[in-house]
């Protein structure tokens, strides 16, 4: 069985208050940290909730990161889902907590579609 992608699940805790209702500062982490695993951005949507809060998707041809921020807990959920072979999600999570500055942060990785390998067949 080979996955089609990984997903990685980013847990930042007890971060800066101020920067997690930023929403120009998290779309600049966000943009870092893609460019820096090597994903080609798409496209971007972030939005910012009153009284606080905020949300940013970047689409990536690889697939997808994401971050949703509590100022109010101090806490910030990130995805990074790639797949191929030439993204490093690893380097994206990098950024991420040396950015948010967590004082802990915990990270889970998913493999996604999960498939069976078929041999090529050729004629």
Same mark, same amino acid.
């Given at each position: 069985m +080979? %996955?089609?992608?990984?997903?990685?699940?980013?847990? =930042?805790? /007890?971060?800066?208050?101020?920067?997690?209702?930023?929403?120009?500062?998290?779309?600049?982490?966000?943009? +870092? %940290?893609?460019?820096?695993?090597?994903?080609?951005? =798409?496209? /971007?949507s972030f939005h910012h909730f009153s009284p606080q809060g905020v949300s940013g998707i970047l689409v990536i041809a690889e697939s997808h990161l994401s971050v949703h921020t509590w100022p109010e807990h101090g806490y910030a959920g990130a995805d990074i889902f790639t797949c191929g072979t030439t993204v490093l999600p690893e380097k994206a999570v990098d950024v991420l907590v040396e950015r948010f500055a967590p004082k802990t942060h915990s990270l889970v990785q998913v493999f996604r579609g999960m498939v069976a390998v078929k041999e090529k067949v050729t004629g």
């Open positions: +080979d %996955a089609l992608g990984i997903h990685l699940l980013l847990e =930042l805790n /007890e971060c800066d208050h101020v920067l997690l209702n930023d929403l120009p500062a998290i779309r600049d982490i966000m943009l +870092d %940290a893609a460019r820096t695993a090597g994903a080609t951005v =798409l496209g /971007e």
